[in-house]
């Protein structure tokens, strides 16, 4: 897939939306991307993603050079040290970027200003207990990053009912 149809697939961004993932029964978090370097996320979902995800392979994509065709998405193993080396990263030409699973279950989105991280419901479960062996979830992470949900519409659909 290629960004533009990945965010579609995944994702939806239409301001008023009732959801933020096109795909059913998903819900995730959302972090300051920022805060993160390359990775735009701390280590410990990194790691919670990659071991949620059965699959060996990631796809990343992103955006190319304006007037040009977009790029189509790189293959990756996903894995923390080799992910800021990884040959022709779109992460590395492109502000904004999609990374999913083989088999589609789990996708995070790099945007302009923030992270989002889906995935499917029973994905989401594996990875916040995953998290929880860190003293954190989903849910917290997203606290801590951007405050109270209640405060924000968009993350309410986010995490949906993320595990506290």
Not at 6 to 33: P, S
Request: proline residues 4%; contains cysteine; charged residues 25%.
């Amino acid at each position: 897939m290629k960004v533009t149809e990945a965010r579609r697939f995944f994702f939806i961004e239409g301001e008023g939306a009732t959801d933020v993932f096109a795909r059913e029964n998903w819900r995730g978090g959302v972090l300051n991307r920022d805060k993160y370097g390359w990775h735009r996320m701390p280590q410990v979902l990194w790691e919670a993603l990659r071991d949620a995800s059965a699959d060996s392979a990631w796809w990343i994509c992103g955006y190319g050079v304006v007037g040009e065709v977009e790029p189509g998405a790189v293959s990756f193993a996903f894995d923390w040290n080799f992910f800021p080396t990884l040959p022709d990263n779109p992460a590395k030409t492109s502000t904004e970027w999609v990374a999913y699973n083989d088999s589609r279950t789990i996708a995070v989105l790099a945007d302009f200003d923030v992270t989002i991280v889906g995935a499917y419901q029973p994905f989401a479960d594996q990875i916040d207990r995953l998290l929880a062996m860190s003293d954190t979830s989903l849910r917290k992470l997203t606290r801590d990053d951007m405050g109270d949900e209640n405060e924000w519409g968009f993350i309410t659909a986010l995490i949906k009912s993320a595990i506290k």
